[in-house]
């Protein structure tokens, strides 16, 4: 099949590069064209617009920091991908974004009669790497069926939520709840050492309760090793629970997932931006 990939971060080159081993043939873009080498020396095709790449093709995911990257990849005037989309493509968003603004983004594909799903993808660099992501997917039946089997091509399972936006929704979810849980960690992790026990005990017999998430365990261990290559960046799990409670309404609609932001904002603040969320426990 042919399929275009738009976004070449830690997640999409990780993506777009399963979809090339699957036997798909790719033509990739980044704003970065240097990201795109890789792929390219393993066959994909690189472009210099979304535009232009994604003439001829079957299937179009984009994977992007924020809405303001999914809007200029998408819509921009002169060289958003809508504007060269086949007619009979699909349009697949895989980045994490605000439900408002994955419902407007459905209204302008809508608006041109093109297929389109948000399609976030739960899981990091490990799991992209190893094909096991879960695909929490908004969109018509149909066109979800029809594009399932490219999305198992990049992971290990495919969801079908509900009508476009109902992707994000569950993915924000998911990811405040992780916040809440690792902010949590770090603190009481902190307040355990405080009272005798060092981190690494208290994170390995947390680590064999029914209390503790496979996630969690694993997260436990970063913070007691103080080690914080990034898997999933503090900038980006800000970035997340910021746009959670924005959609709630604001932090009295979600008190608890907006105090695990403003933990969040503090490690930023420290400078700690690009490390994984497990950095957190430096605050303590």
């Given at each position: 099949m042919k399929i275009t990939y738009l976004g070449l971060g830690a997640m999409g080159a990780r993506m777009a590069e399963n979809l090339i081993k699957a036997g798909h043939e790719l033509t990739v873009w980044n704003r970065t064209p240097t990201a795109a080498e890789p792929l390219v020396s393993m066959g994909a095709a690189r472009v210099d617009s979304p535009k232009d790449a994604v003439s001829g093709a079957e299937i179009v995911v984009s994977c992007v920091r924020d809405d303001e990257a999914s809007k200029a990849v998408w819509l921009d005037d002169a060289n958003g991908a809508i504007h060269g989309?086949?007619?009979?493509?699909?349009?697949?968003?895989?980045?994490?974004?605000?439900?408002?603004?994955?419902?407007?983004?459905?209204?302008?594909?809508?608006?041109?009669?093109?297929?389109?799903?948000?399609?976030?993808?739960?899981?990091?660099?490990?799991?992209?790497?190893g094909k096991q992501l879960i695909h929490v997917v908004g969109g018509e039946e149909n066109v979800f069926t029809k594009a399932r089997a490219v999305l198992a091509d990049m992971g290990g399972a495919q969801h079908l939520m509900g009508p476009v936006g109902t992707g994000a929704a569950m993915k924000l979810m998911v990811n405040s709840m992780m916040g809440v849980q690792v902010t949590a960690l770090a603190e009481l992790l902190a307040a355990t050492e405080k009272g005798g026990i060092s981190k690494a005990r208290a994170a390995e017999v947390f680590g064999s309760t029914i209390v503790c998430s496979p996630q969690m365990k694993i997260v436990s261990g970063l913070m007691a090793q103080g080690t914080h290559s990034p898997l999933f960046p503090v900038e980006l799990i800000e970035k997340d629970l910021g746009y959670a409670v924005k959609e709630a309404g604001g932090a009295d609609a979600l008190p608890v997932t907006s105090a695990a932001r403003d933990v969040f904002t503090k490690a930023l603040e420290a400078g700690d931006g690009d490390l994984n969320m497990s950095a957190v426990e430096k605050l303590y």
């Amino acid at each position: 099949m042919k399929i275009t990939y738009l976004g070449l971060g830690a997640m999409g080159a990780r993506m777009a590069e399963n979809l090339i081993k699957a036997g798909h043939e790719l033509t990739v873009w980044n704003r970065t064209p240097t990201a795109a080498e890789p792929l390219v020396s393993m066959g994909a095709a690189r472009v210099d617009s979304p535009k232009d790449a994604v003439s001829g093709a079957e299937i179009v995911v984009s994977c992007v920091r924020d809405d303001e990257a999914s809007k200029a990849v998408w819509l921009d005037d002169a060289n958003g991908a809508i504007h060269g989309m086949p007619a009979d493509a699909i349009a697949i968003e895989s980045s994490t974004l605000t439900i408002e603004w994955v419902k407007a983004l459905g209204g302008a594909f809508s608006e041109k009669s093109l297929a389109f799903l948000d399609a976030p993808v739960l899981g990091s660099r490990p799991q992209a790497e190893g094909k096991q992501l879960i695909h929490v997917v908004g969109g018509e039946e149909n066109v979800f069926t029809k594009a399932r089997a490219v999305l198992a091509d990049m992971g290990g399972a495919q969801h079908l939520m509900g009508p476009v936006g109902t992707g994000a929704a569950m993915k924000l979810m998911v990811n405040s709840m992780m916040g809440v849980q690792v902010t949590a960690l770090a603190e009481l992790l902190a307040a355990t050492e405080k009272g005798g026990i060092s981190k690494a005990r208290a994170a390995e017999v947390f680590g064999s309760t029914i209390v503790c998430s496979p996630q969690m365990k694993i997260v436990s261990g970063l913070m007691a090793q103080g080690t914080h290559s990034p898997l999933f960046p503090v900038e980006l799990i800000e970035k997340d629970l910021g746009y959670a409670v924005k959609e709630a309404g604001g932090a009295d609609a979600l008190p608890v997932t907006s105090a695990a932001r403003d933990v969040f904002t503090k490690a930023l603040e420290a400078g700690d931006g690009d490390l994984n969320m497990s950095a957190v426990e430096k605050l303590y």
